[in-house]
């Protein structure tokens, strides 16, 4: 399976994960909210991949497969790059995510 197929097929077992926590809202809403967001992470990490292929493109539009620093902002800097409602969008899911992932229960 090619690299990028992998990484679609990953985010595809998040967002069923989402689905299924997101049945019970109140139980699991951290969960949910974290696996919702790493499938529409590993989305853009997909075409951020296949976007490194073309020389033309800036090197805001660009991750490759050894990235591993930033690369959360990384995507975040494309996306607001394309369209800045859908990055700050994507701002505010990044921030449930640390909010789901970080902050203690109580």
């Known amino acids: ?20 926590l997101g049945q019970e809202p109140n139980k699991h809403f951290n969960a949910a909210t974290s696996r919702m967001y790493y499938s529409i992470f590993l989305l853009v990490k997909v075409v ?3 976007n490194s292929e073309n020389p033309a493109l ?13 690369v959360h902002k990384r995507a975040a800097d494309y ?12 701002q505010k899911l990044i ?12």
């Open 1 to 20: 399976m090619p690299f990028d197929e992998y990484i679609k097929a990953k985010s595809d077992e998040n967002w069923e994960c989402a689905k299924i």
């Open 48 to 50: 951020m991949l296949l």
């Open 58 to 70: 800036p090197a805001v539009t660009k991750m490759t497969k050894v990235d591993k620093d930033r």
């Open 79 to 90: 996306l607001i790059s394309i369209n800045c409602e859908l990055g700050r969008c994507y």
């Open 95 to 106: 921030s449930l995510r640390v909010k789901a992932d970080m902050t203690p229960r109580r």
